[in-house]
């Protein structure tokens, strides 16, 4: 790190030192200055979406005597042929759930469902 003065303040001047970083799109905004539509299959929707649930988590009172809550994670092998086809049979799965339980009476819950490319094995 340097140092320099301008205009009576101290600037510090750093290098990035990392291959790669990550910035979240909600910090600086979508890069290339336009706002596109969101795009519900798009992995820049997937991470704002990771981001509200962290906030949302977050926020939450741990002191509370119940948070009834729930987390599943799993692998699902699709042939690329019948990717469509998984994609349209997991939306209609869930409008049938927010159909059946989105009225305006009871608790609120938050469902965040989130599929995407697995990648490379992480150990």
Same mark, same amino acid.
């Not at 798009?42 to 977050?58: I, R």
């Not at 086809?85 to 989130?114: H, I, M, P, Q």
């Given at each position: 790190?340097?140092? *320099? #003065?301008?205009? !009576?303040?101290?600037?510090?001047?750093?290098? %990035?030192? %990392?291959?790669?970083?990550?910035?979240?799109p909600r910090?600086?905004? #979508?890069?290339?200055?336009?706002?596109?539509?969101?795009? /519900? @299959?798009?992995?820049?929707?997937? @991470?704002?979406?990771?981001?509200?649930?962290?906030?949302?988590?977050?926020?939450?009172?741990?002191?509370?005597? /119940?948070?009834?809550?729930?987390?599943?994670? !799993?692998?699902? #092998?699709?042939?690329?042929? *019948? *990717?469509?086809? +998984?994609?349209?049979?997991?939306?209609?799965?869930? /409008?049938? @759930? +927010?159909?059946?339980?989105?009225?305006?009476? !009871?608790?609120? +819950?938050?469902? %965040?469902?989130?599929?995407?490319?697995?990648? /490379?094995d992480?150990?």
């Amino acid at each position: 790190m340097s140092e *320099r #003065r301008v205009r !009576g303040i101290s600037e510090g001047i750093y290098q %990035a030192a %990392a291959r790669s970083y990550w910035l979240s799109p909600r910090l600086v905004g #979508r890069i290339g200055g336009l706002r596109r539509a969101r795009d /519900e @299959l798009s992995l820049g929707h997937l @991470l704002d979406l990771m981001e509200e649930v962290q906030a949302d988590v977050a926020a939450l009172d741990r002191a509370a005597p /119940e948070l009834p809550s729930i987390g599943v994670s !799993g692998e699902i #092998r699709v042939p690329a042929e *019948r *990717r469509q086809e +998984f994609l349209a049979d997991l939306r209609t799965t869930l /409008e049938d @759930l +927010f159909t059946r339980y989105g009225g305006t009476e !009871g608790d609120a +819950f938050k469902l %965040a469902v989130a599929c995407y490319p697995k990648g /490379e094995d992480r150990d």
